[in-house]
Every structure is written in C-alpha cells, then in structure tokens.
C-alpha cells in the first residue's frame, strides 16, 4: 500500500489506533480521533500529561492503524512525530490548532468556543503531528 491510499484511507475515518514506543521499547496504543489535513499531516489532540506524550517526547515516532470499510480493510501509517506547545492561553497558536482539530474531526462548531479553548489550557492540551513516512495494509475487495 503506498501513502496515498493509506491516507485515502485515514481521510475517510477519525477514528484509530496510536501506537507509540514506551521507555521499554515495547508498544503502547491508544484510540484516538484524528483529522487529516490538505497538508498531508495527520493531527491528533492529546494531553501532555499522558503516556503517549512522553512516549513521544522521548522517541518521536508513532503508528496510525486505521480501520477500512469491513474488518479485512485497514491501513497503517508509520509516522514522524512533531507536537506542539502545550496550551498555555485560550488564544494561543496551540489553542488555535486545537479548534481546527475538534472542527475537523467532529465535522460541526462547539456550541462555546470560548469554554472549550480555557478547557484546552487547563487539560494542556497539545497537536500531535505526523508526518507519514511509510504505509502498508489491505484493501478490501469489496
């Protein structure tokens, strides 16, 4: 599977596997909801007090696994990793990605932006970036 179909892939679902390396090497994963940008990278919300943040800081690299159309389909990115500054102001360029992410993924406006970026600060909250360097997975036939 090249990049592009795997990103086909990731574009028509926000839900997914993350997979990061923990201090023992060994596999951590998370669900999470993820957007895909025009850019080509995918984003993810997550806090900077969680596993998977300081999984990342440590060895930024994770892995995408999402879903196809039936259970056979599916398709994994292998990703570099770049996050963000953690929120530190409802205003603040992170806080500001972090609008574009919840928009994306849930595919409507929050009824109080103003209540959800303070959220986003006091969960400090960070865009997890990344940057597909390698895909595989299967297509279904169907």
């Not at 943040?53 to 994994?76: I, M």
């Not at 806080?95 to 109080?112: M, N, Q, R, S």
């Not at 909250?125 to 595989?136: E, N, S, W």
Request: glycine share 6%; charged share 25%; hydrophobic share 40%.
């Amino acid at each position: 599977m090249d990049l592009s179909d795997a990103l086909t892939v990731a574009r028509g679902r926000t839900q997914a596997v993350l997979t990061t390396i923990k201090r023992d090497g060994k596999p951590q994963l998370s669900n999470v909801g993820h957007t895909v940008g025009d850019d080509g990278l995918i984003r993810v919300s997550i806090t900077a007090t969680r596993a998977k943040y300081h999984n990342l800081v440590r060895t930024p690299w994770a892995a995408l696994h999402v879903n196809g159309a039936d259970f056979w389909s599916y398709a994994v990115l292998e990703c570099d990793a770049e996050l963000t500054a953690v929120a530190q102001d409802p205003h603040d360029a992170t806080a500001d990605e972090l609008v574009a992410v919840f928009t994306a993924i849930a595919g409507k406006e929050h009824p109080d932006w103003e209540e959800y970026r303070r959220a986003m600060v006091t969960d400090q909250r960070v865009v997890l970036r990344l940057r597909p360097q390698r895909a595989y997975g299967l297509l279904s036939e169907s």
